[in-house]
């Protein structure tokens, strides 16, 4: 195979890496690496093509809560990625910039996070119906409980950070997002954090249960939450 047909099929490769197909993104993005390192591209080229976004498959309200900014900033910590925040049909939609395999895990555990958060707390609100609980501390429970869920959740993800963040990712976040004011979404998450209750441990404890693995060998997403 000539450099520029292996080129080519590098690109297609990482187009495919974008796939919501999990399996197929998996199995297109390690294609990929084996080319580039076959065909002799410097580790520089590899890891500046090896960049990629994937979106999430949920959609979000156009005003985005603290909740789904904790989630957000808990993936971008645990996976080495950064999140942007992109328009779709007024609502947002989630993208995970970084090496091309993490932006898929990354956004396929975005998905699983926010559903079973919903599924979480919708089930401890209606924990207080008939209690003869004021509306304002049912509220601050369910806060406190949330915070709580979020942050043993977040805890359980694994951490792929071990060779720290890419070197190339603010050079492909300028190219891909020229206009985002990255500065300002992080400040924004900064001050997310909320007043807690007791129930954010009783939160934490059920949150530790959530398991999220890494999409491989054509599992699906159902599948992988138990």
């Known amino acids: 195979m000539s450099r520029q047909r292996a ?3 590098i690109a297609k490769c990482l187009e495919l890496g974008n796939s919501s197909n999990v399996h197929e993104a998996a199995q ?3 294609m990929a690496h084996r080319l580039m390192l076959k065909h002799g591209l410097e580790q520089a080229d590899i890891e500046l093509i090896q960049m990629g976004k994937t979106s999430t498959q949920t959609l979000l ?3 985005v809560s603290e909740n789904i900014l904790r989630i957000i900033r808990g993936i971008n910590g645990r996976f080495g990625v950064e999140a942007v925040l992109v328009n779709h049909k007024g609502l947002k939609r989630a993208e995970f910039v970084g090496h091309a395999d993490r932006a898929v895990f990354a956004a396929f555990a975005f998905d699983i996070v926010y559903r079973e958060m919903n599924q979480q707390v919708g089930s401890f609100r209606n924990s207080f119906a008939g209690s003869g609980t004021d509306n304002v501390t049912v509220a601050r429970r369910v806060t406190s409980f949330t ?3 979020l942050e043993g959740a977040l ?5 792929l950070t ?4 890419n070197e190339h990712m603010d050079d492909y976040l300028d190219e891909m997002f020229e206009k985002l004011d990255r500065e300002t979404f992080k400040a924004k998450i900064k001050a997310s954090m909320g007043q807690l209750t007791p129930d954010f441990q009783t939160g934490m404890k059920k949150g530790r249960k959530l398991s999220v693995n890494r999409p491989v060998e054509g599992a699906r997403a159902t599948s ?3």
Do not use: S, V
């Not at 805890?155 to 951490?159: A, F, G, I, Q, T």
């Open 162 to 165: 071990t060779n720290g963040r």
């Open 7 to 9: 080129l080519e099929k």
């Open 155 to 159: 805890e359980k993800l694994p951490d």
């Open 224 to 226: 992988l939450l138990r």
């Open 61 to 63: 309200p156009a005003n």
């Open 147 to 149: 915070a709580g869920w």
């Open 28 to 30: 297109a993005i390690r």
